[in-house]
């Protein structure tokens, strides 16, 4: 880990270390931010002492990190757009990642103070989405061109669809709990339960299941939440020290050989679909000599890079055998052939069958670009799970008490919960980033509305505005900040 510092400027070495300990503490922050969500049911619920909750939901969440894979993680830095991620330097990454974590920890640490279940997840990607359309102005770009939208498309709607179907599915399946145990005390609320029954803790039943949804949330609150702290950890370290991190230096020859395959066999893919694929690719031009060092991402010129990643791998055993420089344009010409890929699988003219075929060339190619060094998962599941041990009061009482008018009952506490860790983690199956926040404050106002508790409309207020500021307000933050960087020569 530490020699990763060897050979740098002591300005530069001190910024990384700024960069990443901001990284940390935006996970720190996102830990005791987002905990409430995670145990708020079951310590309200009365079914754990608040105590070994929130020890125990920091284990799961230092687990969830620790084995949730890097899909996620990948999905948040690919916002960014290509021709972006390929010309990173140590200074304008350090701009970018600074703009970015300082604006989602002021807005994290606001809402918080004020007790607002808002999403760390919306304002992550609001500071980046700020931050790439404040460099496309900077650099006299399009809007379009500064932020890979169709990218942002893809999570904007995984953010909109997964608090919908939270409350919805939520309300179904207590709505399915009430039609089935109709006089169980699951319908309880804790203060109903301690006045009729002389009774402080929920059925055996109930506390078992409100326990371990509790727990599972928090698992798959790390698995999804946490990846995004190894995202921006990965930019942090490609941009600033390129020649360690631009490919997996740790690779096996097995890995390195499909990574050589797949650009083969990718070539063999697009001549095999030449007639719907030939303009697009312009497949019928013979391929250039070679590439530029540094060069525009072009569908035209896919065949030359094919060629160029097929000759510089030839015989490569380990990618510490290419000189530093050649990792760098290695890493150019995967990412611009796994770009180029998405782009014909949005197309709409492959089959289901070719398109399947496609997605798992695109992981072959992939292996070496996305992935993060062993140490990195620790230090952001450290950071998470230490995290999750404070600060989590403040929440608790917004969602167990103040989003309906009465208070929750086992049975919502459940409903909430289960929804939860199916939604996000049909989410991580997919890698796209989620809200916990969100899809667990929508599943308990869900359950509130099929109890017939009513809402509590200033609260329910309150949090739709957070909701809707939060993208804004961190788009125009980290937005303001980068400029601000980049004008003092940053």
């Not at 940390?24 to 619920?45: R, S």
């Given at each position: ?18 960069a ?87 807005w ?122 190894i ?27 499909r ?41 035209k ?30 890493r ?25 075929d ?10 070496t ?82 109890n ?30 980068f ?8």
């Amino acid at each position: 880990m530490f020699d990763l510092f060897s050979g740098l400027p002591l300005s530069v070495g001190l910024g990384l270390v700024l960069a990443l300990a901001l990284v940390l503490a935006f996970e720190f922050i996102n830990g005791f931010h987002d905990t409430a969500n995670a145990v708020a049911t079951v310590i309200y619920t009365k079914a754990m002492p608040p105590h070994l909750a929130v020890f125990f939901s920091g284990i799961c969440n230092f687990l969830g990190v620790l084995l949730g894979g890097v899909g996620v993680a990948y999905a948040i830095v690919h916002l960014l757009p290509i021709d972006l991620l390929l010309d990173l330097d140590s200074g304008r990454s350090l701009a970018m990642v600074f703009s970015m974590l300082v604006a989602a920890i002021v807005w994290n640490l606001g809402t918080w103070y004020f007790g607002i279940p808002a999403s760390s997840s919306h304002t992550l990607i609001g500071a980046i989405l700020g931050v790439g359309v404040a460099n496309a102005l900077l650099t006299d770009l399009s809007i379009s061109a500064g932020v890979n939208w169709s990218k942002a498309i893809e999570i904007g709607l995984s953010l909109i669809i997964s608090p919908l179907a939270g409350f919805l599915i939520a309300a179904l399946l207590l709505l399915g709990l009430k039609k089935l145990f109709l006089n169980s005390k699951m319908h309880k609320t804790p203060e109903e339960r301690r006045a009729i029954d002389n009774k402080k803790h929920p059925p055996f039943w109930n506390r078992l299941v409100l326990v371990l949804s509790a727990m599972s949330v928090s698992f798959v609150h790390g698995s999804n939440d946490g990846q995004k702290g190894i995202g921006l950890i990965m930019l942090v370290l490609i941009g600033i020290v390129p020649g360690k991190f631009v490919l997996d230096s740790s690779s096996t020859p097995y890995q390195v050989q499909r990574t050589y395959d797949a650009a083969a066999h990718l070539g063999d893919f697009y001549q095999r679909n030449a007639d719907t694929l030939g303009d697009f690719l312009a497949l019928k031009q013979p391929p250039l000599a070679d590439l530029p060092p540094k060069f525009h991402c072009d569908p035209k010129d896919t065949l030359t890079t094919i060629q160029a990643v097929r000759s510089k791998l030839e015989g490569v055993r380990t990618y510490n055998d290419l000189p530093p420089d050649m990792r760098g344009r290695m890493r150019r010409y995967l990412l611009c052939l796994d770009d180029t890929a998405r782009k014909v699988s949005n197309l709409g003219v492959l089959s289901l069958g070719e398109k399947a075929d496609l997605r798992r060339l695109r992981a072959d190619l992939t292996v070496t670009t996305e992935y993060a060094p062993l140490w990195v998962i620790i230090a952001v599941a450290m950071a998470l799970g230490i995290g999750t041990m404070v600060g989590w009061r403040r929440v608790v009482l917004t969602i167990g008490e103040k989003i309906g008018k009465r208070g929750m009952t086992y049975a919502q506490g459940m409903a909430a919960q289960i929804t939860a860790v199916a939604a996000i983690g049909v989410a991580n199956v997919f890698s796209l980033p989620v809200s916990t926040t969100q899809v667990l404050s929508s599943g308990v106002a869900g359950t509130m509305v099929a109890n017939r508790s009513g809402l509590h409309n200033g609260t329910v207020r309150t949090i739709l505005l957070a909701w809707l500021l939060t993208f804004p307000a961190s788009m125009l933050l980290s937005a303001g900040l980068f400029s601000l960087a980049v004008m003092l020569g940053v």
